[in-house]
């Protein structure tokens, strides 16, 4: 057997409640089924998670004195750990641990739905023998020295935009040049979550960025 793709699926008392409470988190309602709607879906970039009003499965066993049962890992990049954290309690979110540096390599939080199912939201820490949230085999390839020079306040926001992903400026054009080969109707054509979205809106805000998705076709280099 070869898993391509594994979704949970958790038993919720209120849809329209439950998607709005992954909203808060940058996640977004993908479908709804049913009149009135009682099954649905919520996703993030390549992974969703489905909701089932009263049934299939069961609830997270918290209550107000325990942390529940773990239903999981909501895994992200090292820079969104305490971000989200943040966003969270600004919520109102019921969290149940603090970030917290775990000796298997992974900062993690514990967050927990209002119907009791409780994630672990984590990233693995830097430093040899971090752990790896690919599975796929490493590629081995070569990096060649490219001569690039980018528009000033463009250039600001790339390097934010890496710092806040926690990759190198590098590692941030190549994954955004790969993810342009993607054909907007069926693959993923940002490589950028929703949260990663609003951060960049407020990166082109703070760097002055006034200008459209195809200005590039007008900039003309002063002498």
């Given at each position: 057997m070869h898993v391509m793709l594994t979704t949970p699926i958790l038993n919720v008392s209120n849809l329209g409640e439950s998607v709005a409470w992954f909203e808060k988190l940058g996640w977004e309602k993908r479908w709804e089924w049913g009149d009135p709607p009682d099954f649905g879906a919520v996703g993030n970039g390549p992974c969703e998670i489905f909701l089932c009003v009263d049934g299939q499965g069961c609830r997270g066993g918290a209550n107000e004195h325990t942390d529940g049962t773990w239903m999981g890992w909501l895994l992200t990049t090292p820079s969104e750990v305490d971000a989200a954290y943040e966003i969270a309690l600004r919520h109102g979110m019921t969290v149940t641990m603090p970030p917290t540096d775990e000796p298997w390599n992974l900062r993690e939080f514990g967050l927990r739905h209002p119907d009791g199912h409780t994630f672990r939201v984590g990233a693995?820490?830097?430093?040899?023998?971090?752990?790896?949230?690919?599975?796929?085999?490493?590629?081995?390839?070569?990096?060649?020295?490219?001569?690039?020079?980018?528009?000033?306040?463009?250039?600001?926001?790339?390097?934010?935009?890496?710092a806040y992903k926690g990759m190198t400026v590098s590692e941030c054009l190549e994954e955004t040049l790969l993810h342009t080969f993607e054909p907007t109707g069926g693959g993923v054509a940002t490589p950028h979550t929703t949260a990663q979205l609003k951060h960049l809106d407020e990166l082109k805000r703070r760097h002055g960025i006034d200008y459209d998705t195809h200005a590039s076709y007008r900039f003309r280099e002063r002498p």
């Open positions: 693995p820490l830097e430093g040899e023998g971090a752990w790896q949230i690919a599975t796929e085999p490493k590629l081995d390839i070569e990096r060649v020295e490219v001569p690039v020079r980018l528009e000033k306040r463009l250039a600001a926001v790339l390097a934010d935009l890496a």
